[in-house]
T-cell receptor, first 112, second 116 residues
Framework: EDQVTQSPEALRLQEGESSSLNCSYT??????LFWYRQDPGKGPEFLFT???AGEEKEKERLKATLTKKESFLHITAPKPEDSATYLC?????????????FGKGTRLHILP | EPEVTQTPSHQVTQMGQEVILRCVPI?????FYWYRQILGQKVEFLVS????????KSEIFDDQFSVERPDGSNFTLKIRSTKLEDSAMYFC??????????????FGPGTRLTVL
């Protein structure tokens, strides 16, 4: 069964304190791995799509990396406005459809 | 920038009533989805829709649920007889293509459904 596990569940950082969020996945074959940001009461906001091991993508203070078993979302010198829940999701080969399987997310809180 | 829109933002209904949640996907997208998120839980897939038919549905999507694309722009989710456990955020998503390489799904802001 395809699975996505994110850690930690919650993370509190001081402004400027860099860290990484982890996403471990088990799929029959990876078509793509997604990172989304979700603010309270809002829909997931797309950040990155990664397709193959070794791939990296960057956007402002965020950088996503991918291996054959996990992905990391690195946040460099975060600001309070980076506080949100970060969701990892995968899409696998072998499905008739294109459903995304989500992890539970990491709640990130950046203290000023 | 094009975005997925959803209405209403909040729907309150009595148990046993029918509700229709509405979505306008991004205009050149061909694949449409509904997901739900019960408070404090993960986002869960409900159904995918392509070429005017359901492509796949989850175990959650039972006979009480239906989807429709009534015109060229709207995509709806109907819950025929709501239950207390249907209370959740419902997200619509759309993607442009589907192929060997995953295509990004863009999500709407959600409809909060409260069943009393």
């Amino acid at each position: 069964e395809d699975q996505v596990t994110q850690s930690p569940e919650a993370l509190r950082l001081q402004e400027g304190e860099s860290s990484s969020l982890n996403c471990s996945y088990t799929v029959s074959g990876l078509r793509g791995l997604f990172w989304y940001r979700q603010d309270p009461g809002k829909g997931p906001e797309f950040l990155f799509t990664l397709y193959s091991a070794g791939e990296e993508k960057e956007k402002e203070r965020l950088k996503a990396t991918l291996t054959k078993k996990e992905s990391f979302l690195h946040i460099t010198a975060p600001k309070p406005e980076d506080s949100a829940t970060y969701l990892c999701a995968v899409q696998a080969f072998g499905n008739r459809d294109d459903k995304i399987i989500f992890g539970k997310g990491t709640r990130l809180h950046i203290l000023p | 920038e094009p975005e997925v829109t959803q209405t209403p933002s909040h729907q309150v209904t009595q148990m046993g009533q029918e509700v229709i949640l509405r979505c306008v996907p991004i205009s050149n997208h061909l694949y449409f989805y509904w997901y739900r998120q019960i408070l404090g839980q993960k986002v869960e897939f409900l159904v995918s829709f392509y070429n005017n038919e359901i492509s796949e549905k989850s175990e959650i999507f039972d006979d009480q649920f239906s989807v429709e694309r009534p015109d060229g722009s709207n995509f709806t989710l109907k819950i025929r007889s709501t239950k207390l456990e249907d209370s959740a955020m419902y997200f619509c998503a759309s993607s442009q293509t589907s192929g060997a390489r995953a295509d990004t799904q863009y999500f709407g802001p959600g409809t909060r459904l409260t069943v009393l």
